[in-house]
């Protein structure tokens, strides 16, 4: 009887270790997945898939869109290959490179940034992009642009094309501010939208447009990290 009760006990010992140690790397472990998820996404992105990606059916509903955990991200990996990504973001000046993502999908936003219109096109109107702030070491997905200043550019390629934008607003939004991504008659801007993950209020950046440019292979590297 002592026996099996001893056996019992360690068993119990060992599950909360294990549990402690779950807990423990749960949050690094996340982030170096999100990263790989993003280079994957970057790195073997093709004009291709852009085009095939943009005509994907995705939803846009804000309201269905959860904190960011290991199960989101886990889904994402399992279907990294159907992701319709159809173009790159960067922000040099604060190391943020990310894949564009069509539509606001869970599994989207475990990866890069997301799209929040259903017809945006990039360099037209106001091209918005939503994603999660995450507060690790490595600044994940949108967590750089707290560092952002104004008159910093911003970056979105199709393969095709390149724009550029530079920051000419960075404010602490209510989630219920969906009026900024909103068209502005006259204007080609950029908007960037935080999910803050436990937090009430959301960062927005918003750009204007500056420049358009042939994606050559030499200026895209702009892109990599």
Same mark, same amino acid.
């Given at each position: 009887?002592?026996?099996?009760?001893r056996?019992?006990l360690?068993?119990v010992i060992?599950?909360?270790?294990l549990?402690?140690?779950?807990?423990?790397?749960?949050q690094p472990?996340?982030?170096?997945?999100i990263?790989?998820?993003?280079?994957h996404?970057?790195?073997?992105?093709?004009?291709?898939?852009?085009?095939?990606?943009r005509?994907a059916?995705t939803?846009?509903?804000f309201?269905?869109?959860?904190?960011?955990?290991i199960?989101?991200?886990t889904?994402?990996a399992?279907?990294?290959?159907q992701l319709p990504t159809?173009?790159?973001l960067?922000?040099?000046?604060v190391a943020?490179?990310?894949p &564009?993502?069509?539509?606001?999908?869970?599994?989207a +936003?475990a990866?890069?940034?997301?799209t929040? =219109? #259903? $017809?945006q096109?990039?360099?037209?109107?106001?091209?918005?992009?939503?994603?999660?702030?995450l507060?690790?070491?490595?600044?994940?997905l949108?967590?750089p642009?707290?560092r952002?200043?104004?008159?910093?550019?911003?970056?979105l390629?199709?393969?095709?094309?390149?724009?550029?934008y530079?920051?000419?607003?960075k404010?602490v939004?209510?989630p219920?501010a969906t009026r900024?991504?909103?068209?502005v008659?006259g204007e080609e801007?950029?908007t960037?939208?935080?999910?803050?993950?436990g937090? &009430?209020?959301?960062?927005?950046i918003?750009?204007? +447009?500056l420049a358009?440019d042939n994606?050559? =292979? #030499? $200026?895209l590297?702009?892109f990599?990290?």
């Amino acid at each position: 009887m002592k026996k099996g009760r001893r056996r019992g006990l360690w068993v119990v010992i060992v599950g909360l270790l294990l549990i402690g140690l779950i807990l423990l790397f749960n949050q690094p472990l996340k982030h170096t997945a999100i990263q790989l998820l993003s280079r994957h996404q970057m790195t073997h992105l093709t004009k291709k898939q852009v085009t095939i990606n943009r005509k994907a059916n995705t939803t846009f509903n804000f309201k269905q869109v959860k904190p960011l955990g290991i199960r989101e991200v886990t889904q994402a990996a399992t279907n990294a290959n159907q992701l319709p990504t159809v173009g790159k973001l960067a922000v040099p000046s604060v190391a943020l490179y990310l894949p &564009v993502i069509k539509g606001l999908s869970n599994q989207a +936003l475990a990866t890069g940034a997301a799209t929040m =219109k #259903a $017809k945006q096109k990039m360099g037209q109107g106001n091209y918005a992009l939503a994603g999660h702030y995450l507060v690790a070491r490595n600044q994940a997905l949108f967590a750089p642009l707290e560092r952002v200043r104004l008159g910093s550019s911003v970056y979105l390629t199709d393969l095709t094309k390149i724009y550029q934008y530079e920051v000419i607003v960075k404010k602490v939004v209510n989630p219920y501010a969906t009026r900024l991504i909103n068209d502005v008659p006259g204007e080609e801007l950029v908007t960037l939208i935080t999910c803050a993950d436990g937090g &009430v209020n959301r960062l927005a950046i918003q750009g204007r +447009l500056l420049a358009i440019d042939n994606a050559t =292979k #030499a $200026k895209l590297q702009l892109f990599k990290p």
